[in-house]
C-alpha cells in the first residue's frame, strides 16, 4: 500500500494484537471523544459509501449532467459519481429517507443538497487548511485505520481475504478517503482539541444554581409627555418653524445650478420643468415639491447655518441662492412664507415629529426628566413597596421575569431540548433585550439587596428599575446535567464556529442555488 497506484496491504503492518488496539482507541476516546466519535462516524460512512452502495447520477434529458455548485479557494465544489460530494448526498439522502414523501419532497429534496453540499465545503476548506500548513497522515497510520474497519473484520483480527475482495481501484479510492479523513481529524484536535478544565463545568454549573425572580418598572423614552415636549418647543421656536419649500438639484457643478437658475428667473423654462428634466434628487418628479417641514429637517440637507437661514426666509414665490447640498448644488422656492412654531397638545402628527427630533438629539433631556420619575418611584418603593408603589405612576410599565442565574451574554446551554442555562432573552420581555451584555445590568440586578429597588438604569430606550424579589439556590442535582454535558456542549460549539468560519469564509464562491434550480429543481 505504500507505492503511489498500487498502495497494497502489507498482512504484517495491517494484522495488530488485539490487546494494543483496544488500549489505542480507549486512549483517544479518554483524550477527546468529540473528536473520537467524529473519527468513527466518518470512518464507517467511508466504507459503507465505497464498498456496499453506488452513487445515485442525477441526469437531465437522459444525459449525466455536469453539477459544479462553486468552488472553495479555487477547488471545485462538484457532484461526480463516487466524489465525497456524491457520497455525503447519498448518505444524507437515506438518513432522510422516511420524509421523501408528500407534498414537502421538493423541499426535503434542495434541503438534502444543501447539507452534502455544505459537507463538501468544510471537507475542502480543511484538507486545504492542512495542506498548506505541509500535513499528510502517514502511510502506516492509514494502513492501520483501513484495517480496523468492520468490514474487513473476522472475529475481532483483520482479514486479508475480505480486504482482497475489493478491486485494486477500490482499494485505492477507500485508502486515499481513510487519509483524508484522518487528516481533518487531525485539524478538528488542533483547533478544538484543547481540553476543557474540569473546574470550568463545575463554575458553570455553580453560577447557574444562584437565581433570582425580579419585578421590573420600564420608562419608555416614547413615554415623555406631551407638556414636556411643548416646553422645549418653547425654549428652542427657531428649530420648529414650518415652511414650505421646492428645490432643484444639480449634482455636477455650482456653475451649471446657476445656469439653471438663471434660466428660471429669464422664463425661458418654468420652475416645474427644470425640476422634472434636470433636478437630480428624489423630488424631480414631483416637480420639486418637499411638502411643509419644520426647520430643523433642513440641518442636513443645508449644513451651512447661514446658508440654511437664507433658504428659510426666503419670500413667497421667491428663490434662494444657490446653496451648498451633500450630493451637489441647490436652490430653493419659497411655496408660503415661513410660520412660527406653533404647536397645540392636539396635533399628534407635529408632537411626533417634535419627540423624533428630541430622541435623535435632545435624547439626554429626555432621560433626566424619566430619571427624575424613576428616583421617586425607587423612593416610593421603599416606603411602600414595589407593588403598591407602582399604582402612583400611571403609564410605567410593569413585568416579572425570573428565575434567572447571572448569565451575561446570553451564554445558552441546550440538551435534548432542555435550555439548562436561561437566557436574559428568553424572557420575552422586549426592553431587557439590549441588557443582556451590559455589565452595570447583571452587577446591579445581581448585587443589590433582595426586595430593595435598583437605582435607575438607561437601557436602549428605556429607563429600567430593577427589583429582586427572591433567591434561589438549586439542589445541585438539578444542575448535574451542566457539569455532566459542559465539555460536550463546548466540543459541539466549536464545530459550529469552524463549520460557520468556513461557509462564511470570502474564499467560497457559492453558486449553489443557481445550480439547484437549473438541473434539479421540479416544479410540481
Known sequence: MASRENKQLDHRTLVRDDTSTKGEWTRRFKANPFVFIGTIVVLIIVIVAFVALPAIVPEAGGRTVDLNFGSYDKVPISYVPGNYFATMYGNITRYYQQFLQGSNVQGIEQMIWRQAFE?????????????????????????????????????????????????????????????????????????????????????????????????????????????????????????????????????????????????????????????????????????GDLGIRMAYEFAGEVPDSAEREAVLLTLPGDYSPVVKVPTGWAFFRAEEAILPAEVSADDSAKLDKIRSYMVSFQRGTIEDWLFDRARLLVSAVEERGFDAALTGFPGVQKHDFGPLPLNYGGLTMDFGGLNLFPTLSAQSISPLVPAESNENFWRTAFFIPLEHASEPLVIGDNVLVLYPREEITKDPTETEGIGTFYSTWVSSNAEQSLRSHFINSEKLDDRFFATYLQYLYQPN
Open 119 to 287: 459537507e463538501t465545503v468544510i471537507h475542502i476548506a480543511i484538507l486545504k487548511e492542512m495542506e498548506k500548513a505541509g500535513y499528510t497522515a502517514p502511510e502506516q497510520m492509514v494502513d492501520r485505520e483501513v484495517a480496523a474497519l468492520p468490514d474487513f473484520q473476522e472475529n475481532g483480527r483483520f482479514s486479508a481475504a475480505r480486504y482482497r475482495r475489493l478491486d485494486k481501484t477500490s482499494r485505492l479510492a477507500l485508502w486515499r478517503e481513510v487519509q483524508e479523513s484522518i487528516t481533518k481529524n487531525r485539524y478538528r484536535e488542533d483547533v478544538m482539541g484543547l481540553r476543557t478544565p474540569t473546574g470550568e463545568g463545575d463554575f458553570i454549573k455553580e453560577m447557574t444554581r444562584r437565581q433570582r425572580r425580579f419585578g421590573l418598572a420600564v420608562f419608555p423614552l416614547d413615554s415623555y409627555p406631551t407638556e414636556e415636549i411643548l416646553k422645549y418647543v418653547a425654549s428652542s421656536p427657531e428649530l420648529f418653524r414650518s415652511c414650505h419649500l421646492s428645490r432643484i438639484t444639480i449634482n455636477s457643478s455650482e456653475r451649471e445650478a446657476r445656469q439653471v437658475l438663471e434660466s428660471i428667473k429669464a422664463g425661458t423654462q418654468t420652475f416645474e420643468e427644470a425640476a422634472q428634466s434636470q433636478s437630480q434628487d428624489s423630488y424631480a418628479d414631483r416637480g
